[in-house]
C-alpha cells in the first residue's frame, strides 16, 4: 500500500520544498499540505491541501482519517526569536502539537512520524566546535528548551509505546523558495533577497558570529533519507546532528561580494547575537553518516551560487 503523507508546517521554509520533493517521489495526491496559512500556488496547485490549525487535534484528526494518513511530517513550530517574545504560546505551539502526533502514533493511527529538531537543542556550556552527538544540552530560549524537550519525548515514545518517530538536528538552513521567519539563523537567507533588491544588508548578528548552517536541497535529502532509512538502521531516537558547512556574516558577505562587486554589509547587533553565541559553530555528525548513510552535496560555495542564480531569476 503507498504511503498517505501529511505534511505540517507545508507553508513554512522547509514545508515548501520538502512538499514538492515528496510529491515527485510518492505521487502528487498522496501528498496532503495543510497548514494555517495558505500555501504558495505550486503546492495549491498539484495536491491536496488542508487548513489545520495544529492546535485544534480534532481537526488533525479528521485530516488524518479523511487520507487515511500513514506518515506524518511534523514541521510546525515557533522558532527563536519569535519564542523568546512569546515564550508561553511558543512552548504551548511546539509541544502540544507534537503531542497530539505522538499519540496518534502511539494510538497507531500513524506508521511513521518525523518532527525536527536543532542546534537550538545545545546551549552556552556546550563544546561549540564539533559538537558531539552527546553531549551537554542546557538550551537559554524557549525555542531549545522545547526542541531538547521534544527530542527527549520522542525517545520516551519510542521506548515506551514503539512509535516509530525519527529526528535531525537542523542547523541554519538557507533557500530561495520561502523565507524562514522569526529565527535568529534567518540572515543567512535575507542577505542575498537584500543583496539583489538593494546592494546592502544590515545584519543583526556580529561579523565574527559563527553558525552551522545548511542548503535546503541537502536539508531536503536528510529529511526523506532518515525517514526511508530502515527502522533498525535509525538508533537514535531522541535527535541526529547534522552538518554541512560553517560561517560568519563576514565570510557570507565576502562570498557575495565577488558575485556582485557594489554589495556592502553593515552590523546593527542585536539580542538575536546572544542566542547565536550560545549555539555550536559547528557539528559532528558522524552517527548520521554511519547508520542511515547521511552525506550533504552542497559546500557554501555552491550555495550561494545557486541561491544567486535562483533569485536573479525573479
Ligand atoms: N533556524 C532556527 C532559528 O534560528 C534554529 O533551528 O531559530
Redesign the pocket.
Known sequence: MTDKILVLGASGQIGTDLIMQLRLDYGNDNVVASDIKKPVDFILNSGPFEEINVLDENRLLEVVKKYKITQVYHLVAM???T?EKFPAAGWKLNMDSLFSVLNMAKDGLLKKVYW?S???SFGPTTPRTNTAQYTIMDPG?V?GIS?LSGELWCDYYHKKYGVDVRSVR????ISYKTQ?G?????YAVDIFHQALKTNSYECFLAENTVLPMMYMPDAIKATIGIMEAPSEDVKIRTSYNLSAFSFDPKTLADKIKSQLPNFNISYAIDS?ND?ALS?PQSMDDSRARKDWAWQHDYDLDAMVKDMLENLSKE
Open positions: 522558532l527563536s526569536a519564542g525536527p536543532s542546534i537550538a530560549t525555542y526542541k537542523y542547523p541554519g538552513l524562514p522569526g529565527g535568529t539563523t534567518d538575536r542566542i549555539w
